[in-house]
């Protein structure tokens, strides 16, 4: 059984910074594409960052760029999200993705087969 397990999120003021962790088992995400994405209370998903399986291709949502940081550590099957400069704008619900399909990347939430459970991040100005 594949799961992906976020590590827990937390309450931040405008400025500060997150560091999120998504803990894969039953599955290897060595050879997938993985992601990030977000949710805000009445808003659509939108993503936030995805990463290559190599770790060294990144898409990031123009909202995050220059501030988030995303990366891999194939070899311990997790997945990370470095959030700085952090705006009540990116409160939010926060959950990691992974394809099915092996290499490619996507932006789509649609092509992401398995999702964790999400994590709150909240920003106080």
């Known amino acids: 059984e594949v799961q992906l397990v976020e590590s827990r999120g937390g309450s931040v003021q405008a400025g500060g910074s997150l560091r999120l962790s998504c803990a894969a088992s039953?599955?290897?995400?060595?050879?997938?594409?993985m992601g990030w994405f977000r949710q805000a209370p009445g808003k659509a998903r939108e993503g936030v960052a995805n990463i290559h399986p190599s770790g060294f291709a990144a898409f990031y949502g123009d909202s995050v760029k220059g501030r988030f940081t995303v990366s891999r550590d194939n070899r311990n099957n997790t997945l990370y999200l470095q959030m700085n400069s952090l705006k009540p704008e990116d409160t939010a619900m926060y959950y990691c993705?992974?394809?099915?399909?092996?290499?490619?990347?996507?932006?789509?939430?649609?092509?992401?087969?398995?999702w964790g459970q999400g994590t709150h991040v909240t920003v106080s100005s």
């Open positions: 993705a992974a394809r099915s399909v092996l290499g490619a990347c996507s932006i789509d939430s649609r092509d992401f087969s398995y």
């Open positions: 039953g599955y290897a995400i060595s050879s997938r594409c």
